[in-house]
């Protein structure tokens, strides 16, 4: 570990890329803050409230996306990279513990904005007059979050509880911003050949980060499970979310090593601007099957709600839809046993109402094991090559 003087506070390309201690300690804090968001959805007693979760999922997914790339356009193992860690960490661990409590609302947009300032400042002074390139990009993502700043705080002082209309703004501000490469005053938007310089550091952070929240799935009907009598039923709920993590993951990995290993420049842009945003989607699979799984396995037997069904069978759908459009935009090919198994969780869900829980938890995980079956028997077809070079 470095001080982190600014003329190596830049990544140099041959250093290492396995994510550091901290990185990893950085994301467990974060799959915690994710299972504090599938307990609440799973606690609604209605969907009402589904944008006002949504908008809290995005801003913790936010946070992670946009400081996994400041470690992997910075050194991690440089003292101030650590520090911006450090308080991104604190951060989430505030959001998390405010996500519950309605008059919380200037807690959560305070562990928010500030790891996101905080970062923005620490990068200026330290590249100030060093720098030029990495100084400028450093001002791009702050002169965003600034922006964005006032709609959260500002939403926040409101006097009637949550302001979600001010927050979706702020949302969408650091979404689209983000999306148009932060053009700034002054400054432009940041040039492509910035996205050519993703390591395969980053590839790396995005797998290693939705693996663990995976867990998530087991974890949030373990807490259940605990609290409750261990009868047969039960018993199979939780087996089938074991099931559905398993195969979630098997879907997820399936060619991810290749993809990060790509190095075509064009491949390297078009992944690093389109992963957070398909990520997204995968993320929000994870954390409502995980809020499924905590249902069912607290009522595994009688009617299905609607909501339910939609937690159910959507977890999977959005995690299956999100893979396989990121797969699709760098590899190029769009496998037709996924349509037909997107289809037939849509095509189920009219009916499942009068289905128990653990039916159509049953059939969510047939569906994953279809998918997977199909994908195995895909890659000994063939096995198309990737729209560029591997590594």
């Known amino acids: 570990m470095t001080t982190g003087g600014s003329s190596e506070l830049v990544r140099r390309p041959n250093g290492s ?21 599938s307990m609440l959805i799973a606690d609604r007693p209605s969907g009402s409230d589904v944008a006002q979760v949504v908008i809290m999922l995005m801003a913790i997914w936010w946070t992670w996306s946009v400081t996994s790339t400041t470690t992997d356009f910075y050194d991690p193992d440089q003292r101030p990279i650590q520090a911006i860690l450090m308080v991104t960490m604190l951060g989430a661990v505030v959001t998390a513990a405010a996500l519950a409590v309605n008059s919380h609302a200037l807690v959560f947009a305070v562990g928010y904005v500030a790891p996101h300032l905080i970062r923005g400042v620490v990068l200026v002074t330290v590249l100030h007059q060093h720098r030029h390139m990495a100084e400028q990009r450093a001002l791009r993502f702050l002169f965003w979050f600034v922006v964005s700043s006032f709609f959260w705080i500002g939403g926040a002082l409101l006097p009637h ?14 979404y689209v911003s983000a999306a148009a490469r932060y053009p700034t ?6 040039p492509f050949r910035q996205y050519e310089k993703t390591t395969e550091h980053l590839g790396e952070r995005y797998q290693q980060f939705i693996i663990l929240a995976l867990g998530d799935v087991i974890l949030v009907p373990t807490l259940e499970i605990s609290r409750s009598e261990f009868t047969l039923a039960r018993s199979a709920a939780f087996l089938t979310a074991f099931a559905s993590m398993l195969l979630l993951w098997q879907i997820y990995v399936l060619r991810a090593g290749s993809i990060v290993r790509t190095t075509a420049p064009r491949l390297l842009r078009r992944a690093t601007r389109l992963a957070p945003y398909t990520h997204l989607v995968m993320l929000t699979g994870v954390v409502c099957t995980a809020a499924a799984s905590d249902l069912v396995v607290e009522r595994p037997t009688g009617e299905t709600p609607g909501r339910w069904i939609a937690l159910i069978l959507g977890g999977p759908a ?23 198994w997107l289809v037939a969780l849509v095509a189920a869900t009219p ?6 829980p653990m039916l159509v938890t049953a059939f969510a995980v047939l569906v994953l094991a279809g998918v997977v ?3 195995m028997m895909g890659g000994r077809r063939a096995r198309p090559p990737l729209r560029g070079r591997p590594g």
């Open 17 to 37: 890329t396995r994510a550091t201690l901290l990185e990893l300690l950085f994301d467990v804090v974060f799959v915690a803050a994710l299972a504090l968001v």
């Open 185 to 190: 005053p002054r400054l432009g938007r940041v």
């Open 161 to 174: 509880g949550w302001p979600w209309t001010l927050w979706a703004v702020a949302i969408t501000i650091d």
């Open 373 to 375: 079956t199909g994908d």
């Open 351 to 356: 009916w499942a109402g009068g289905w128990p």
């Open 318 to 340: 959005l995690f299956l839809l999100g893979r396989t459009l990121f797969t699709y935009r760098i590899v190029g090919t769009f496998p037709r046993h996924r349509v037909f």
